[in-house]
Nanobody
């Protein structure tokens, strides 16, 4: 098992930026695919971005392409989500996930960090 702790959430005005971090501990971080998901009030949790254990080009949801950038630092056991040009619809709890595959079917999850974007 790997333990995940997210940080970096907060309240920001539309058009602003935030950088989320997810620190992993426990089993070897470098072998996991890592993902960011979010859940807005009253909605299902949805995919935001993911990166393979090799650290190649991340995958992004269409709604965040061109605005969000995911990266990973295997030496620091940390993944990041740089969020620019934030919109009110980005308001959600953001969760970090670790999985053996990019399918994220049997993931370990963090506790989440709240992002709120005001109009």
């Amino acid at each position: 098992q790997v333990q995940l702790v997210e940080s970096g959430g907060g309240l920001v005005q539309a058009g602003g930026s935030l950088r989320l971090s997810c620190k992993a501990s426990g089993r070897a971080f470098s072998v996991y695919a890592m993902g960011w998901f979010r859940q807005a009030p009253g909605k299902e949790r949805e995919f935001v971005a993911a990166i393979s254990w090799t650290g190649g080009s991340p995958n992004y949801a269409d709604s965040v392409k061109g605005r969000f950038t995911m990266s990973r630092d295997n030496y620091k056991n940390t993944v990041y989500l740089q969020m620019n040009s934030l919109e009110p619809d980005d308001t959600a709890v953001y969760y970090c996930a670790a999985d053996a595959s990019m399918g994220f079917q049997e993931s370990c999850w963090g506790q989440g960090t709240q992002v709120a974007v005001s109009a």
